[in-house]
């Protein structure tokens, strides 16, 4: 079993960045695909971005596509989230996620374990 932790959620401007990191414990953040997944209440959990074990595979959902970009650091059993041009839409609640299958996973019921979330709000 993981355990996983998001953090560096917050209040940005229309246009500016924060950076997401995602904690795991328990168990190494190497023997999981990671994904990063958003919802707004009303709506479905939205995929937004995977990668997986080893780093050489990795997906974005179309509406953060060239924006956003995940990464993961083994050594810390951190993964990343780096937001970008962050808009108002952006807005969710963020959460990590990690995943027994192999490769990128695009649909949250490929995940096994998730963190507890974290709120980004973007400002107009």
């Not at 707004?40 to 971005?49: L, M, S």
């Not at 970009?69 to 989230?81: G, K, M, Q």
Request: charged share 15%; aromatic share 10%; with cysteine.
């Amino acid at each position: 079993q993981v355990q996983l932790a998001e953090s560096g959620g917050g209040l940005v401007q229309a246009g500016g960045s924060l950076r997401l990191a995602c904690g795991a414990s328990g168990h190494p953040l190497s023997g999981f695909s990671v994904g990063w997944f958003r919802q707004i209440p009303g709506k479905e959990r939205e995929f937004v971005a995977s990668i997986s074990r080893g780093g050489s595979s990795i997906a974005y959902g179309d509406s953060v596509k060239g924006r956003f970009t995940i990464s993961r650091d083994n050594v810390e059993n951190t993964a990343y989230l780096q937001m970008n041009s962050l808009a108002p839409e952006d807005t969710a609640v963020y959460y990590c996620a990690a995943s027994m299958l192999g490769g990128d996973v695009a649909y949250s019921a490929g995940y096994n374990y998730w963190g507890q979330g974290t709120q980004v709000t973007v400002s107009s």
